[in-house]
């Protein structure tokens, strides 16, 4: 299995989405910060044009106009360029005091909109937005008095660029604290499933290094190494028990065989139960090969590199002689160099099972042919013949322990050589197929090629 | 040198010059000691039993036997590891394991772990005797590199890999060549199917046909034709006798 992609885990979704949340919580919290602040600055803008309109208001009901210019022109001079605009004009429109000339462009003139109960915004010289209020004074003077936005503008501006570096910064943040969060995660987990895939290739004996820490991944990993101890002494248990079992068996078997020997006057009865001793040890032998096999199965420790070629030659040579005094034409085309991680026994063991299956059910005539060669990546063994064949309705339970086909009734085996082979197959990470043929029975072998 | 048949010891005439070799059992089966103690007695050694582990090693140690034969699963510990330990006893005798644990794997194990041969139970008592004579052979000759070995008329040449009859040239396969040297090696004893598997062609398991039978007759058809008569003969049971002074088939 591949480790999890940083970009696929789950931790890292969930710490996200957390961090996601939160972020989002905070910008609403400055979003109606800055609503409110916004709101503030308006209030506190009107009520403060409220309060001038409303001075010059009561200046010109106690002093009159001379009074309310002097003060405009006083208050215009005070004024900075830009921040705040005063007129005062008389009825037939001329102006009497401030600091522009005219009533501004696009603003309504009196009896327009422009009250000081609504404020109104509109855009002077040089684009810079005012916020004014205008109130026409008892004997026909309007008042215009009008402050600049900017300030609020400039103050808003920068608490929005406040909220941006906020919320990139909490971005920043979230991404970063779920990078970290997750591969931590993933660090722990991946080493959990590192065992796991080692385990599930066969190496029951596979632990993680070093001590459990007291968190919950550690809680994890000890439950992972107790149920792996737990399956090992099973295992060991159950190969200790076959053992047992080939160790009480053989014993008493042994004294019959030795008892066999002291039998007199029926020397061929003797041979033939000395026969059937020897097939009842090979029907021990090879149950306990494909345990072993089985139970061995993925665990590098007993291969060693070796050439294939070697070992399909070596036992092609013991095999052409016997094909051949039965009448089989016998070929073996193997490519050189084809190296894999294996044991010699139970390999040489798998081909002569299929050489000793392929002469046995081939007829005079026929033609077995071994092959091995390097194709998709593997090392393909291949050994075909042009026999009977296998009956369909066997050949999915082909690889299983004791079945044979029934018109081979009355021929030598037990059905446990295919099952064998499957076995060390299996031991050496190899994969069998069945590839169908037109006449014949063909088996391959695709064992995982040694590197280097 | 030259090693002529003739002057060939046979263990079993051993005893009537020197005194008889010892032979060490260690089994805890009486029925399966009381065999090899037989078959022991039957090559004339005299057979000594242990029936515990640590028994057997001690016992290695005190005196000179020939041959240990240590089974496994032994109260007290596994045969297979007290070869060690009666080698680091100084004992030079040669270890033969037989044990329940017979499969490929488990001889395998045992021959890697220093054992000189390694029988299954049950074991057939004529593989026994075969398996004895040719460690007590073992032990006897040290000498194997001779590259003349000549039995009469028939010669084989190590260095060389050939065989002659009466000087004419045998041809023989690499495999066969190896079969007639360890038949040389063995001449006039019985050599079983397992043993030739094992030691010529270098496979622990039993084959389900006798495969081996085929590549025997190949060459004991080429010699005979060689000689005029019999060269390997059939023995009662389980294997061959090479033998190229005996006439008879």
């Given at each position: 299995m591949k480790p999890v992609r940083l970009a696929r885990s789950a931790s890292l979704r969930l710490t996200l989405a957390i961090a996601g949340l939160i972020l989002l919580a905070a910008l609403l919290a400055m979003a109606v910060q800055y609503r409110t602040a916004s709101q503030a600055l308006e209030r506190q803008?009107?009520?403060?044009?409220?309060?001038?309109?409303?001075?010059?208001?009561?200046?010109?009901?106690?002093?009159?106009?001379?009074?309310?210019?002097?003060?405009?022109?006083?208050?215009?001079?005070?004024?900075?360029?830009?921040?705040?605009?005063?007129?005062?004009?008389?009825?037939?429109?001329?102006?009497?005091?401030?600091?522009?000339?005219?009533?501004?462009?696009?603003?309504?003139?009196?009896?327009?909109?422009?009250?000081?109960?609504?404020?109104?915004?509109?855009?002077?010289?040089?684009?810079?937005?005012?916020?004014?209020?205008?109130?026409v004074l008892p004997g026909g003077f309007p008042l215009l008095v009008a402050r600049a936005n900017t300030l609020t503008a400039d103050t808003l501006t920068e608490m929005r660029g406040t909220i941006a570096w906020m919320a990139l910064v909490l971005v920043a943040m979230a991404a970063l604290t779920g990078g970290f969060v997750s591969r931590l995660v993933l660090r722990r987990i991946d080493a959990v499933n590192a065992l796991a895939d080692r385990v599930a290739e066969g190496d029951l004996a596979a632990r993680l290094p070093g001590e459990r820490s007291p968190d919950e991944f550690g809680a994890l990993e000890t439950h992972v190494h107790d149920m792996l101890d737990r399956i090992q002494n099973l295992n060991a248990a159950t190969n200790r028990l076959s053992d047992a079992i080939a160790h009480e068996l053989r014993t008493p078997l042994n004294r019959i065989q030795q008892k066999l020997d002291k039998l007199e006057g029926q020397p061929e009865l003797v041979q033939e139960l000395h026969g059937e001793l020897k097939a009842t040890v090979r029907i021990f032998d090879a149950l306990l090969d494909i345990s072993g096999a089985l139970a061995e199965q993925g665990?590098?420790?007993?291969?060693?590199?070796?050439?294939?070629?070697?070992?399909?030659?070596?036992?092609?040579?013991?095999?052409?002689?016997?094909?051949?005094?039965?009448?089989?034409?016998?070929?073996?085309?193997?490519?050189?160099?084809?190296?894999?991680?294996?044991?010699?026994?139970?390999?040489?063991?798998?081909?002569?099972?299929?050489?000793?299956?392929?002469?046995?059910?081939?007829?005079?005539?026929?033609?077995?042919?071994?092959?091995?060669?390097?194709?998709?990546?593997?090392?393909?063994?291949?050994?075909?013949?042009?026999?009977?064949?296998?009956?369909?309705?066997?050949?999915?339970?082909?690889?299983?322990?004791?079945?044979?086909?029934?018109?081979?009734?009355?021929?030598?085996?037990?059905g446990l050589g295919l099952a064998l082979v499957r076995a060390i197959a299996a031991r050496h990470g190899a994969k069998i197929d069945l590839p169908r043929r037109e006449k014949g029975f063909a088996i391959t072998i695709a064992f995982p090629v040694l590197e280097g | 040198m030259t090693l002529e048949a003739d002057t060939l010891e046979h263990p079993e005439e051993a005893q009537a010059t020197d005194k008889p070799r010892r032979i060490l059992i260690v089994e805890d089966d009486k029925a399966a000691a009381r065999a090899m103690a037989e078959a022991v007695e039957d090559l004339g050694c005299e057979p000594i039993v242990m029936r515990s582990f640590d028994d057997g090693v001690t016992a290695a140690g005190l005196a000179d036997f020939a041959v240990v034969i240590f089974d496994r699963m032994l109260p007290g510990g596994d045969g297979v590891d007290a070869i060690a330990r009666i080698r680091a006893g100084g004992s030079t005798a040669l270890i033969l394991v037989v044990s329940a644990l017979g499969r490929a794997a488990n001889k395998i194990e045992g021959l890697e772990k220093g054992a000189d041969d390694y029988l299954a139970k049950p074991f057939d008592p004529e593989e026994l005797r075969a398996r004895l004579r040719a460690l007590l052979r073992r032990a006897e000759m040290t000498v194997l590199d001779n590259d003349l070995i000549a039995f009469g008329e028939l010669e084989i040449r190590m260095k060389a890999r050939t065989v002659h009859v009466k000087n004419d040239h045998v041809p023989v396969s690499p495999k066969e060549f190896e079969l007639i040297t360890y038949f040389a090696q063995n001449a006039g004893q019985v050599v079983t199917r397992m043993q030739l598997l094992e030691h010529v062609w270098n496979l622990h398991f039993d084959p389900q046909t006798n495969v081996v039978d085929v590549h025997v007759g190949r060459l004991r058809r080429k010699l005979e034709t060689a000689a005029g008569r019999a060269v390997i003969h059939t023995a009662r049971g389980e294997g061959y006798v090479f033998d190229p002074t005996r006439g008879d088939a």
């Open positions: 803008e009107a009520q403060i044009l409220q309060s001038d309109i409303d001075s010059f208001a009561e200046l010109y009901d106690q002093r009159r106009i001379p009074a309310l210019r002097a003060a405009i022109a006083d208050r215009a001079a005070q004024t900075a360029q830009g921040q705040a605009l005063y007129l005062l004009q008389n009825r037939e429109g001329q102006t009497l005091a401030g600091n522009i000339d005219d009533w501004p462009e696009g603003l309504p003139a009196m009896a327009g909109g422009v009250s000081d109960a609504a404020p109104r915004v509109f855009t002077h010289a040089q684009g810079v937005e005012y916020n004014g209020v205008a109130r665990q590098r420790p007993g291969l060693v590199p070796l050439d294939l070629g070697q070992v399909v030659g070596e036992v092609f040579d013991l095999y052409d002689p016997l094909a051949e005094d039965s009448g089989l034409s016998c070929r073996c085309e193997v490519a050189e160099g084809l190296r894999i991680l294996g044991d010699r026994s139970l390999l040489a063991q798998l081909i002569s099972n299929l050489l000793d299956n392929a002469i046995k059910f081939c007829n005079p005539g026929d033609t077995i042919t071994l092959s091995l060669r390097n194709a998709g990546g593997r090392h393909v063994l291949e050994i075909a013949d042009t026999g009977p064949g296998v009956p369909d309705e066997i050949r999915s339970d082909l690889f299983e322990r004791f079945t044979r086909a029934e018109r081979d009734r009355d021929r030598p085996g037990h | -």
